[in-house]
């Protein structure tokens, strides 16, 4: 079956300007998670989405990073004003419902790579 | 506050030379303790789930186990082929939501 899907695969933009990224997971799956990972790093939690509860936002690193989940499906992660240090590849992952005391693994896509200039 | 560590960063390793990689954790609320593999390029892709301490999983080469405050993987004989980044994750929670907590990975190569 189809896996998670991320889009586009690679991008570059000037310092300052916005950028979107977006994530199409795996059917069914109701857990959302965006991480980054810079270059030789592991990789940094930024936001969880599960459900229809309100997100976990506690790991993005300044206001201007921001995501949102519509109908509990596709995901778009934004970025404004965008600074070299953001400079890193961007992985969604995707799992079945959470909440319970067997949680199932995440399953990635294979992130977008961002170059701010 | 909840942490993953791994060690080494980095292990370098002959073909047919049997060694492990650790993972020591604190969190509250652990829900389960996984291991990926990634290679360049691409996302990582689930290896193992352990959920309580004397839990043991094994899949060709690679065995995983876990105690209360570590995870050890132990890779059999690697091949040129084992040579990636293995990162172990906590997923870790009291209420509602379970965010998952990566450590920074161990990066194998594996010489032929």
């Known amino acids: 079956g189809a896996g998670v899907s991320q889009s586009p695969s690679n991008k570059v933009t000037e310092k300052g300007k916005d950028v979107e990224l977006r994530c199409d997971p795996i059917s069914g799956h109701t857990a959302l998670y965006w991480y980054r990972q810079s270059l030789g790093q592991g990789l940094e939690f930024l936001i969880y989405f599960q459900g229809n509860s309100a997100p976990d936002k506690s790991g993005l690193p300044s206001d201007r990073f921001s995501a949102e989940r519509t109908g509990g499906s596709v995901s778009t992660l934004t970025i404004q004003r965008t600074q070299q240090e953001d400079s890193a590849v961007y992985l969604c992952?995707?799992?079945?419902?959470?909440?319970?005391?067997?949680?199932?693994?995440?399953?990635f896509g294979n992130g977008t790579r961002l170059t701010v200039t | 506050e909840d942490q993953v560590t791994q060690s080494p960063e980095a292990l370098r390793l002959q073909e047919g030379e049997s060694s492990s990689l650790n993972c020591s954790y604190t969190v509250s609320g652990l829900r389960g303790l996984f291991w990926y593999r990634q290679d360049p390029g691409k996302g990582p892709e689930f290896l193992f789930t352990?959920?309580?301490a004397g839990e043991e999983k094994e899949k060709e080469r690679l065995k995983a186990t876990l105690t209360k405050k570590e995870s050890f993987l132990h890779i059999t004989a690697p091949k040129p082929e084992d040579s990636a980044t293995y990162l172990c994750?906590?997923?870790?929670?009291?209420?509602?939501?379970?965010?998952?907590?990566f450590g920074a990975g161990t990066r194998l190569f594996v010489k032929a």
């Open positions: 992952a995707s799992s079945l419902a959470s909440g319970t005391a067997y949680n199932s693994p995440l399953h």
């Open positions: 994750a906590v997923q870790a929670g009291n209420t509602g939501g379970f965010k998952t907590i």
């Open positions: 352990l959920y309580s």
